[in-house]
C-alpha cells in the first residue's frame, strides 16, 4: 500500500466548475499535511497547508481528518489557470508525495 | 530574492556512467532535500541534508550519496546508471524548524539515461 494514495484522474471539468480532490495516507505519525500544484514539466509549488480545522484560500479550502487519514482539496469557480497536477502531501520524516491528481479546466 | 536554482537543467548520459547535480538553496534556508520524479508520478524522498550532512535518507541505494558545502549549496551524486534513473531531480530547501517547514523546489534537472 502507498503511503498516500490519490486518485489519478484526469478530472475534466467546464470552467466555473466546484471540483474536490482526496487523498487518503497510512501513517498515523504524519504531522504536518500540504497540496501543492505542479504544472506540466515545472516545479511543485505549495498551494496550501492543511489544518484539522480546515482552511480556505480564496476559492480553495483544504480539509483534514486525522481520525481518517484523509486530506481534501475543494476548488471551487474553477478557472482555466487552475488546470495542473494537485499532489497530496504528508510530512513524517520527510515529505511524502502521493503520485498527484491531474486537473483539465476546459472553456 | 533568488529562489531554489538548479544545474544543469538537462542532461545525458549513458548506463554505468557517473553524474553529479548541483543545488543553491533559497536565501536564508540551510536545510536541502532532494528528490526524484519518475514521468507519471510523484517526487520521491532521496535525502536530507543539513549543517553538510545527511540527516535523513529515503529508500535509495548507496549509489545515490550527497554532499553539502559550509554555504549550504549541495550536490547529488548517482553512480553507475541505469535506464531507471532517468528522471526529473528536484532539490528543495527550507529552513528546520522541527518538522512541517514549507520546501521550496528548484527548477529540477532532467536526467535522461541511454
Known amino acids: 500500500r502507498k503511503e498516500v494514495e490519490q486518485d489519478p484522474g484526469p478530472f475534466n471539468v467546464p470552467e466555473g466548475a466546484t471540483v474536490a480532490f482526496n487523498c487518503t495516507y497510512s501513517n498515523s505519525a504524519s504531522q504536518s499535511f500540504f497540496w501543492y500544484r505542479q504544472d506540466c514539466r515545472k516545479e511543485p509549488k505549495l498551494l496550501m497547508s492543511?489544518?484539522?480545522s480546515g482552511n480556505e484560500d480564496g476559492r480553495f479550502t483544504a480539509q483534514l481528518n486525522r481520525a481518517s487519514q484523509y486530506i481534501s482539496l475543494l476548488i471551487r469557480d474553477s478557472k482555466l489557470s487552475d488546470s495542473a497536477t494537485y499532489l497530496c502531501v504528508v510530512n513524517g520524516r520527510a515529505l511524502t508525495f502521493g503520485s498527484g491528481t491531474r486537473l483539465q479546466v476546459q472553456p | 530574492d533568488a529562489g531554489v536554482t538548479q544545474s544543469p537543467t538537462h542532461l545525458i548520459k549513458t548506463r554505468g556512467q557517473q553524474v553529479t547535480l548541483r543545488c543553491s538553496p533559497k536565501s536564508g534556508h540551510d536545510t536541502v532535500s532532494w528528490y526524484q520524479q519518475a514521468l507519471g508520478q510523484g517526487p520521491q524522498f532521496i535525502f536530507q541534508y543539513y549543517e553538510e550532512e545527511e540527516r535523513q535518507r529515503g529508500n535509495f541505494p548507496d549509489r545515490f550519496s550527497g554532499h553539502q558545502f559550509p554555504n549550504y549549496s549541495s550536490e547529488l551524486n548517482v553512480n553507475a546508471l541505469l535506464l531507471g534513473d532517468s528522471a526529473l531531480y528536484l532539490c528543495a530547501s527550507s529552513t528546520p524548524t522541527g518538522g512541517g517547514e514549507t520546501q521550496y523546489f528548484g527548477p529540477g534537472t532532467r536526467l535522461l539515461v541511454l
Open positions: 492543511v489544518y484539522s
